[in-house]
């Protein structure tokens, strides 16, 4: 069992340039991410970090607070920033056929499950993985504290258009997909991001 932490900064306008390098600075082993298609807010970016378990992210946290360089430097970031929130999402299986290294983008979709249906779109998404004609396989995880009826598909990229290069198979594998889970969910969110920072 391993966990992702995200944590988003929405960002004030022209404040980029000096945020960016903080960010790396607070957490050299974290990678950076900033949205590219994502909708309403285009001023944010996300700092992503895996954790083993639950104590090795307890022992972060530990180290972080007790550093006041780093509660200081954190202050000093929230100053450059509208808003910023914390997300911890448990791994169920990581990403297969590309590693983080070679990541530059991120395509990450959340599908809402109809109320009670988590663990049935969880399972779907499962097997259709398992079964995929596709090489690379996303990561799939649950939240551990926000929504409890989200289901996130991770797919990392080479290159944006990665998947479109084969069009038929993609179809192959998206078609059967929707038809599957549309009786499961009601919503469903993609986010493109391009990653600025890889410590891998």
């Not at 980029?16 to 957490?27: N, Q, T, Y």
């Not at 596709?134 to 409890?148: A, H, L, T, W, Y």
């Not at 998947?163 to 499961?184: D, Q, W």
Request: aromatic share 10%.
């Amino acid at each position: 069992m391993s966990f992702v932490s995200m944590e988003r900064y929405n960002y004030k306008s022209g404040s980029s340039g000096e945020l960016f390098p903080l960010l790396v600075e607070l957490d050299p082993k974290a990678m950076l991410i900033v949205n590219l298609f994502s909708g309403p807010n285009p001023h944010s970016v996300s700092s992503l970090r895996w954790f083993d378990d639950l104590t090795s992210l307890e022992k972060y946290e530990d180290e972080f607070f007790d550093s006041d360089d780093k509660v200081q430097l954190f202050r000093k970031i929230g100053g450059l920033c509208n808003n910023t929130s914390a997300q911890l999402s448990e791994l169920i299986v990581p990403p297969e056929g590309i590693t983080r290294a070679e990541a530059k983008y991120l395509e990450f979709t959340m599908l809402k499950a109809k109320r009670g249906y988590r663990d049935e779109l969880l399972n779907t998404i499962l097997d259709f993985r398992k079964n995929s004609l596709s090489e690379r396989k996303p990561g799939v995880s649950i939240g551990r504290s926000f929504d409890q009826d989200l289901v996130m598909v991770r797919i990392p990229k080479s290159k944006l258009g990665e998947n479109e290069e084969n069009y038929e198979t993609m179809m192959k594998i998206r078609g059967p997909f929707v038809k599957a889970i549309k009786e499961l969910t009601v919503s469903a969110n993609t986010i493109i991001s391009r990653i600025l920072y890889n410590p891998f």
